[in-house]
């Protein structure tokens, strides 16, 4: 199956800076790639998505750029707020889904 | 329009219980899926059912099993409850009639097995 690893798994920056996560998968044959955000006891929610015919994909605040080469993808956060704090996930399709262990995102008001 | 709906949202067991979870989806999606989530942990694949009368195991099938009852509803039973199975159950369900799609969740039951 497919093997999806995220760094990093904690991540703690100040409010208005800048936060990025990595995720890099094995299978060359897999062509979409969500993110998942999950607040403290609620569900995964989807943030973002990419497919692999586009290298990059914005929606306000939040982007998501994909190296098909090096088979890996980041998701980026910019301004961040303190409602940003949760944990993030991404994931890999290839069949069913394959998902990263998570990102614990802290901002410090 | 409700989504991802499962049933309970609670649960507390004795070990050697059964039970059984419910999900079901309003969306008229094909693909329904069983999660696991353990405190601080990732989401783990227990089964999955591509498209109505299929089942397939995940990562963690041990100790589940599972019938898509139709294609609204898939359900995921206990036989013999053991404490390593306490644990938050998510459901989810995807679309595969177009393009690439996301997984929609449910908001999960959270087992307690003592």
């Known amino acids: 199956g497919e093997n999806v690893e995220q760094h990093p798994s904690t991540l703690s920056v100040q409010e208005g800076d800048s936060a990025v996560i990595k995720c890099t998968y094995s299978?060359?044959?897999?062509?979409?790639f969500p993110w998942y955000k999950q607040e403290l006891g609620k569900r995964p929610q989807l943030i973002i998505d990419?497919?692999?015919?586009?290298g990059e994909k914005k929606d306000q605040r939040i982007a998501v750029t994909l190296n098909k080469t090096a088979k890996h993808f980041s998701l980026h956060i910019t301004e961040t707020q303190p409602e940003d704090s949760a944990v993030y996930f991404c994931?890999?399709?290839?069949?069913?889904?394959?998902f990263g262990s998570g990102t614990k995102l802290n901002v410090k008001p | 329009n409700a989504g991802v709906t499962q049933t309970p949202k609670f649960q507390v067991l004795k070990t050697g219980q059964s039970m059984t979870l419910q999900c079901a989806q309003d969306?008229?999606?094909?693909?329904m899926y069983w999660y696991r989530q353990d405190p601080g942990m990732g989401l783990r694949l227990i089964y999955y059912?591509?498209?109505?009368?299929?089942?397939d195991k995940g990562e963690v099938p041990n100790g589940y099993n599972v019938s898509r009852l139709n294609k609204r509803e898939f359900s995921l039973r206990l036989e013999s409850a053991a404490p390593s199975q306490t644990s938050v159950y998510f459901c989810?369900?995807?679309?595969?009639?177009?393009?690439?799609?996301?997984?929609?969740f449910g908001d999960g039951t959270r087992l307690s097995i003592l």
């Open positions: 969306m008229n999606h094909n693909s």
């Open positions: 989810a369900s995807r679309s595969l009639s177009s393009s690439n799609q996301p997984q929609h």
């Open positions: 990419i497919r692999s015919n586009v």
């Open positions: 994931a890999v399709d290839f069949n069913k889904f394959y």
């Open positions: 059912s591509a498209s109505e009368g299929t089942t």
């Open positions: 299978d060359s044959a897999s062509n979409y």
